[in-house]
């Protein structure tokens, strides 16, 4: 079956720190990849997504790319901050071959707890 | 415009009763799905609608557990005679359609004492 292996935190870093959280995933097909991230006291959101192998996702200084060969997807930004701080969940959707039907049901990782320090 | 909500926000219940957790979808989602977020469990899927139809169940832990959606829109996720281990955030979400981005509610924390 499908599944997710994040890395294990927590993770606690300084401000303007380089972050890096893996993720690597078994599935079968060609399955879509997700980060999302829950900051305290919200609810869980989409922070960015890759629908192929080598897409990059990016969304407010987060990056991940699609490694297909090393199936992978770890999340990366350059410069955290304080505000940064949450759980963040790396996530597959599996979708079957070109000419079928998919849904979105989403196997996540166990998630990594970020927190930033000043 | 209004997401997706769900309520109640917190439900404390005796074991051995019975619960229902409300979802209500962004208008217009013809998808939705329950997930439960749980300490031991991590975030794993119960099950998922395309409109009053469930196509896939797979995730409900036992028999206990029950879902239905009514005009293609509120969902209710009923847990029969509650144990400790069904103690966990009961998330809902809903996409536009199926393969399409899912936006989450705030959850339910659901505690079985």
């Known amino acids: 079956g499908n599944s997710v292996t994040q890395m294990e935190g927590p993770v606690t870093l300084s401000e303007e720190a380089f972050l890096t959280i893996n993720c690597t995933y078994t599935?079968?097909?060609?399955?879509?990849l997700f980060w999302y991230v829950q900051y305290p006291g919200e609810g869980l959101q989409l922070l960015l997504k890759?629908?192929?192998?080598?897409d990059k996702g990016s969304n407010k200084g987060f990056e991940a790319t699609y490694r297909k060969e090393t199936t992978s997807f770890h999340l990366e930004k350059g410069s955290v901050q304080v505000s940064d701080s949450a759980v963040y969940f790396c996530?597959?959707?599996?979708?079957?071959?070109?000419?079928?039907?998919?849904?979105?049901?989403?196997?996540f990782g166990q998630g990594t707890i970020l927190t930033v320090h000043p | 415009g209004a997401g997706v909500s769900q309520s109640p926000s917190n439900k404390v219940t005796e074991k051995g009763k019975d619960v229902e957790l409300r979802c209500d979808p962004i208008?217009?989602?013809?998808?939705l799905y329950w997930y439960r977020q749980s300490l031991g469990q991590g975030l794993e899927f119960l099950i998922y609608?395309?409109?009053?139809?469930?196509?896939?169940k797979s995730g409900l832990p036992s028999d206990r557990f029950s879902a239905e959606r009514t005009g293609g829109s509120v969902s209710t996720l009923t847990i029969q005679r509650t144990q400790q281990e069904d103690s966990a955030v009961y998330l809902c979400?809903?996409?536009?359609?199926?393969?399409?981005?899912?936006?989450f509610g705030p959850g339910t924390r659901l505690t079985v004492t």
């Open positions: 979400a809903s996409s536009l359609n199926p393969s399409g981005r899912q936006y």
């Open positions: 599935a079968t097909g060609y399955p879509s």
């Open positions: 890759a629908t192929k192998a080598d």
């Open positions: 996530a597959l959707s599996p979708r079957t071959n070109a000419g079928g039907t998919s849904y979105g049901k989403l196997t």
């Open positions: 208008s217009g989602h013809t998808a």
């Open positions: 609608f395309q409109g009053n139809s469930a196509p896939d």
